[in-house]
């Protein structure tokens, strides 16, 4: 998923007032659940400031006004206010334990389901596909991925990277998965559509009811909760346990944990849970 960026864009001149923070603090933790605090008011002028230039308008208490009653422009918004810091093969012990554990015993059980619950610009759905084609190879299998951003799902979907971003992935995998880009595309590196065609990439807001999924053997959900506070982390793990089947795991990144957030899993390892066995 999106997370709130560390880094403003810009200085635009405009003065973005405590009061006009404040409406755009709320905003996005009403669209997204991210939490947002003073001194991230630089990040939220100098995002907004270039599309204000774009729009040629004039105040940011005019542009909320246009992100409020227009939808598109609420998405961008929403955009201009989340970034994404990802690449392949993030957190590998992960990896690792999904290769060398979940996956060995689920073969010959049926069609193995993952959700990527905040792929962003899909390294993380990528990374996993080339997980289970090595292991599984072409027993059934399948992954969801989702985010908030329709920007970076529309740069997932294309699943092509600069060759330089892709040093995290093993050279027997990059050679298998990936192809090289030619002409236009020289430097860049394109995944497999062979992969792709595994992957369902799906606009989810965690923060709002879910669409119907169906259940998974895995979930990924990474590098998102810790811009939750605490209230939103237990409504978001409340409507995603239920997709999570029994005897399923739930991964989340190192940095964070469920303490005090939901006894409904059983840690496996640190960031690694199961859901009991009904």
């Keep these: 998923m999106a997370q709130a960026s560390n880094k403003a864009t810009g200085n635009s001149g405009l003065g973005l007032g405590d009061n006009e923070f404040q409406l755009f603090r ?10 947002l605090s003073d001194a991230k008011k630089p990040l939220v002028a100098g995002r907004l400031s270039k599309r204000l230039r774009q729009l040629e308008i004039g105040s940011y208490i005019e542009y909320f006004r246009r992100a409020q009653s ?17 690449y392949f093969f993030r957190e590998p012990k992960h990896f690792d334990f ?14 193995f389901r993952v959700w990527s619950g905040a792929c962003s610009s899909g390294e993380e759905p990528y990374t996993i596909a080339m997980v289970l084609s090595d292991v599984l190879g072409q027993r059934p299998w399948e992954i969801v991925a989702s985010d908030l951003s329709s920007r970076v799902l529309q740069e997932a979907e294309g699943g092509l990277y600069p060759l330089a971003d892709c040093s995290g992935i093993p050279r027997h995998l990059l050679h298998k998965h990936c192809l090289k880009g030619i002409g236009q595309h020289e430097g860049s590196v394109l995944i497999n559509p062979n992969l792709r065609e595994r992957i369902s990439f799906r606009q989810i807001n965690l923060n709002n009811a879910l669409p119907k999924l169906g259940t998974f053997d895995v979930i990924f959900l990474r590098n998102v ?4 506070d605490i209230d939103t982390k237990r409504r978001v ?27 409904a899993l059983k840690t496996v390892r640190p960031s690694i849970y199961r859901k009991p066995d009904a």
């Design 26 to 35: 709320k905003l996005i933790y009403e669209q997204a659940g991210i939490s």
């Design 70 to 86: 227009d939808r598109q422009e609420l998405q961008v918004t929403i955009d201009l206010l989340t970034t994404n810091e990802t």
């Design 98 to 111: 999904l290769r060398d554990q979940i996956l060995p015993e689920a073969i010959g059980r049926g069609p």
């Design 237 to 263: 793990i409340e409507r995603i346990l239920p997709l999570l089947r029994p005897g399923g795991y739930f991964m989340i990144s190192h940095s964070e944990n469920l303490n005090g957030i939901t006894d």
């Design 225 to 228: 909760m810790i811009y939750f």
